[in-house]
């Protein structure tokens, strides 16, 4: 029954995701014919069975052959289907700019074909703005025409590939056909091309940002970047300024984001760590069953909801503290606050990885400690937590990442100027803020200002790298000590 159940859930919400990306009828071509693939593998075997000999049984269990014919109906059609999606446009496109009459896209650039491209589709689809001219109006009735046609021929084509794929695996079916090799043959092709997928998809991330923060270090010097004390990118939006004006040293931007994630990982591990502790070896089961369900609610609460506790509440408390009460000089957006309000978002991430690592270590280890006159504290400094260092260094590191990478709780605690100093108090900002505000808006791709921003990105993905390396180091240099 529960397999029933957990099977009915999947295929409703695979049929649902599949509406979203694909469309409700080519979801329902593909899934019907991939259910009939299925009922036909399941009935041939069974037909085979019965024709059979006495005491002679099919080489794999029914399901395998039914599973077989099913992947060997589904797969191949969705892939067809991807395939079909991904060229029909630019196809349609091509045939589309090839149709119209010669003076009306003579000596248009690339860029400039593109909008004409553009403005045929928004009126064939109804969106007009202004008066189209006769060539449009004729391109876009072509368009809807071929778009209509382009259909008809796929879902034609889905159930050709379709029965196709049936045909061919359903006469394969027989007792002696080893359908549990083919099936796993299929799952581990799937595995691979997943695997495949990710790796390049990664590889296509550094690539192009790779690319793009070469185009920046091109006209900015990466030295400048990288040792240069003043952080003000700007671009010409005169024409009598220079092509490039502005300060594009990092120094400032690498510093902020250095010192709001030491206060938060700092504040997290003081919270997250002993409650890690506390959880794990002295409270008890009831204390347990709530507290950390408590805890690891933090983690889903909205960054926005952060942001603003922190400049309703955190950041007047600070000012109130620093500046009310000491005398301090204190800003209205303080690097403190933003830290704070971070490290109390990251603190799920720290004490429920590190109370995972602390419940991983062997029993043995804690009655072997008990047993020799140690009490639960000195067990749990002493023997536990340098056993479970590990998994806690695995738990910082992640909130490093996520401290890093926040962007949200910055902008409305810490504020957006590029201020190089290491008092808490003062107005800083971060890469990740940083990138949003110089890609945020109209520029284009080709001035430093905008292209500094992938080589924010480009040190950020080094930084984040090199500590995971150190971290990988250190998880290694104990495991070995204490396996």
């Known amino acids: 029954m529960t397999r029933l159940i957990v099977t009915a859930l999947l295929l409703t919400v695979g049929f649902f995701v599949g509406v979203t990306l694909l469309g409700f009828w080519p979801t329902l071509i593909i899934g019907g014919l991939t259910f009939a693939g299925w009922a036909t593998g399941f009935l041939r075997i069974g037909s085979a069975t019965r024709r059979a000999a006495e005491g002679e049984r099919p080489h794999s269990l029914t399901g395998y052959y039914a599973t077989y014919v099913a992947l060997w109906t589904g797969l191949p059609t969705f892939l067809f289907l991807l395939t079909w999606v991904f060229l029909q446009e630019p196809v349609i496109q091509h045939l589309l700019v ?17 909008l004409l491209v553009s403005e045929i589709r928004n009126v064939a689809a109804g969106r007009i703005f202004g008066e189209p001219s006769p060539a449009v109006l004729e391109a876009a009735e072509r368009y809807t025409r071929w778009i209509a046609i382009a259909d008809q021929m796929k879902f034609a084509a889905l159930f050709a590939v379709g029965l196709l794929g049936l045909g061919l695996s359903a006469a394969r079916i027989k007792m002696m056909f080893r359908a549990r090799q083919g099936v796993e043959r299929i799952i581990n092709a799937l595995l691979v091309l997943s695997s495949t997928i990710a790796i390049l998809t990664t590889v296509g991330i550094v690539a192009s940002l790779a690319f793009e923060a070469w185009r920046f270090f091109e006209r900015v010097p990466v030295h400048d970047f990288l040792f240069g004390l ?142 020799l006159g140690a009490t639960r504290a000195e067990t749990m400094l002493q023997v536990l937590l340098p056993a479970a260092l590990p998994g806690i260094v695995g738990g910082m590191l992640l909130a490093v990442s996520r401290a890093i990478g926040e962007t949200m709780i910055v902008v409305m605690a810490a504020g957006i100027i590029a201020s190089l100093t290491i008092n808490p108090l003062d107005s800083v900002t971060t890469v990740t803020v940083q990138i949003v505000t110089l890609l945020t808006g109209d520029s284009e791709f080709d001035n430093p200002k905008t292209l500094s921003a992938f080589g924010l990105g480009l040190f950020l993905f080094i930084f984040t790298l090199m500590l995971n390396v150190v971290a990988l180091r250190i998880v290694q240099k104990y495991r070995e000590q204490y396996e």
């Open 98 to 114: 090839q149709s119209m009459p010669a003076d009306s896209i003579d000596g248009l650039s690339a860029n400039q074909i593109s």
């Open 230 to 371: 003043n952080w003000e990118p700007q671009i010409a939006i005169r024409a009598d300024q220079v092509a490039s004006t502005g300060a594009f040293g990092a120094v400032p931007v690498f510093a902020g984001t250095l010192l709001i994630s030491s206060i938060a990982i700092l504040f997290a591990t003081v919270l997250g760590l002993p409650a890690a502790i506390y959880l794990s070896e002295f409270a008890s089961d009831a204390q347990r069953r709530i507290i950390k369900p408590l805890l690891e609610i933090l983690s889903g609460v909205p960054t926005i909801v952060y942001g603003f506790f922190a400049v309703l509440v955190i950041s007047p408390a600070i000012r109130t503290l620093f500046g009310d009460t000491l005398g301090l000089e204190t800003s209205p957006n303080s690097a403190l606050g933003a830290g704070l309000v971070m490290g109390v978002m990251i603190v799920p991430f720290v004490s429920s990885l590190s109370d995972d690592a602390i419940n991983a270590v062997p029993q043995a280890m804690r009655d072997g400690s008990i047993a």
